[in-house]
């Protein structure tokens, strides 16, 4: 099984110069036919490797594989600004949703929005049946992962988790690894060591994004909107989520999640320092 020690060697070992699977099979001790398993899922799940065939169709094919440009993964003018935007803003009230959401095409998207004191009265249900349809990998940008505490009357989020991560489902999360939420982290952790499995891993990142991106092929996003306070406007806290079905914008959507989720600290070196703090 491909795991976080062996997809980092593999990654420096062609960060050097492109190599080709021999090289690689070499280099990690595994057959061609596994190492070309593991590239096919770091350049799926992380982005970070790409592979060219040349001569193929011959005896004498030869595949390489090399390290991919981080620097941009916008294809538009569009999608540019906005990718400037994520990664230049820490806090959700610094960016909308609205601003993706408004540019995917009709029949490819929907919006809710929902009238709740808190996030526990929202239509859970909607969302445990959007992370369900997951088969391979859940990316999440998260602010400290206090959805995972949600519950009314049957349904319960965490459960959902651990009967994902059950099943062989991997879990990626960006989010702030600090005191205050430091409980959440060692929560959802603790189901990689109770199935004996490296499927959940996370990361410390401030950023303005509140969205799970279900196996590449869909997104949800989520926005609150708090009353101003100000005469004819908005006068009562609403939720507002989005979903969007669209390869396009999906997949650009988990380009970004790779650009920051690779140049993040890993949440067990953060624990690690923050427990020294509060010894």
């Given at each position: ?254 380009k970004i999640f790779i650009k920051l989720f690779n140049t993040s600290v890993g949440a067990e070196k953060r624990l690690t320092e923050l ?5």
């Amino acid at each position: 099984m491909l795991d976080n020690k062996m997809t980092q060697e593999i990654e420096r070992f062609v960060s050097v110069e492109p190599r080709s699977i021999n090289e690689i099979s070499e280099h990690i001790q595994k057959n061609w036919r596994t190492v070309d398993r593991y590239l096919k899922e770091i350049e799926e799940e992380y982005g970070t490797i790409t592979t060219k065939t040349f001569r193929g169709g011959t005896r004498g094919a030869l595949k390489v594989a090399y390290k991919m440009n981080p620097e941009m993964a916008s294809s538009t003018k569009i999608q540019e600004e906005l990718e400037n935007e994520i990664m230049r803003q820490k806090r959700k009230d610094e960016f909308s949703a609205f601003d993706i959401f408004q540019h995917v095409p009709d029949k490819n998207k929907k919006a809710i929005v929902e009238d709740e004191i808190s996030e526990e009265g929202t239509n859970l249900r909607e969302l445990i049946e959007i992370l369900n349809s997951a088969k391979k990998e859940i990316k999440l940008f998260s602010g400290n992962l206090s959805w995972i505490n949600l519950k009314k009357g049957d349904i319960d989020l965490f459960k959902t988790l651990d009967g994902l991560v059950k099943k062989g489902v991997k879990f990626k999360a960006l989010c702030r690894v600090d005191l205050s939420g430091i409980e959440n982290i060692k929560k959802v952790l603790s189901l990689n060591y109770k199935y004996g499995k490296e499927l959940i891993e996370i990361r410390h990142r401030e950023h303005p994004m509140r969205a799970f991106i279900v196996d590449n092929n869909s997104v949800r996003l989520k926005e609150i909107r708090e009353p101003t306070g100000k005469i004819k406007e908005l006068d009562k806290k609403i939720f507002i989520f989005y979903t969007i079905k669209d390869k396009e914008w999906t997949e650009w959507l988990s380009k970004i999640f790779i650009k920051l989720f690779n140049t993040s600290v890993g949440a067990e070196k953060r624990l690690t320092e923050l427990g020294r703090i509060i010894k």
